[in-house]
């Protein structure tokens, strides 16, 4: 039951991993306010491998999709995540699919828990990097004279003259929270997969000395 249990647990990791590569990871939300009544608001979802631009204001709307061709800095940084996400899937799927085989094989179990801790480190380290990595990337990119980003969260507003202000926030995207619980669910199947037992009646034996 455990087992079954473990492996279930992995396909859910999967899957999850699977997702986190797809979404955001970091969301920066701005909002301007001219005299007059005009208001400007937008929207930045980087995701691992490119980034979307989506404003709306009084006069118009956009949205745009590009690579981080123009971010370098930025695109390094997710350029890791995304092999560590990618690599800590294939030894999460690993994970899966040796629990599944494992049946009474303690062997196979030891294996399925490896791979599974290896997939909990691998796939954390991913977000957790970006974390630490990618505001001062951003920065970087970005140049002195714009908004310095000095947290993966945080908020910052302010005023130019007497007509115009702003407002930022920045966070993590959902994906590099489904990235953190993909790597804490393998971890609890392999632990799952490792601790199960064999089937009644599927216990191996010495076989009797010889007469």
């Known amino acids: 039951m455990q087992r079954r249990t473990g492996v279930v647990l992995g396909v859910i990791a999967v899957v999850l991993a699977i997702v986190a590569l797809m979404g955001p990871w970091w969301v920066v939300n701005s909002q301007t306010r001219l005299g007059g009544g005009f208001t400007a608001v937008g929207q930045t979802d980087y995701a691992l491998f490119g980034r979307t631009d989506a404003t709306q204001s009084n006069l118009s709307s956009s949205t745009n999709t590009s690579t981080y061709g123009d971010l370098p800095q930025t695109g390094s940084v997710f350029s890791l995540a995304a092999v560590l996400t990618v690599l800590g899937l294939v030894l999460g799927i690993g994970t899966v699919v040796i629990g599944a085989l494992s049946g009474s094989n303690p062997s196979f179990r030891r294996f399925a828990m490896i791979a ?75 632990v799952a997969i490792a601790a199960s037992r064999a089937p009644a009646g599927m216990v191996l034996r010495a076989p009797p000395p010889p007469p």
């Open 116 to 190: 599974g801790i290896l997939a909990f480190l691998v796939l954390l380290v991913a977000p957790l990097y970006v974390l630490s990595a990618l505001p001062a990337a951003v920065n970087r990119d970005a140049g002195a004279s714009a908004l310095p980003y000095s947290g993966f969260w945080g908020t910052k507003s302010g005023t130019f003259g007497i007509f115009v202000s702003y407002s930022v926030t920045w966070a993590a995207g959902w994906a590099w929270y489904v990235a953190v619980v993909a790597a804490i669910i393998f971890l609890v199947a392999s």
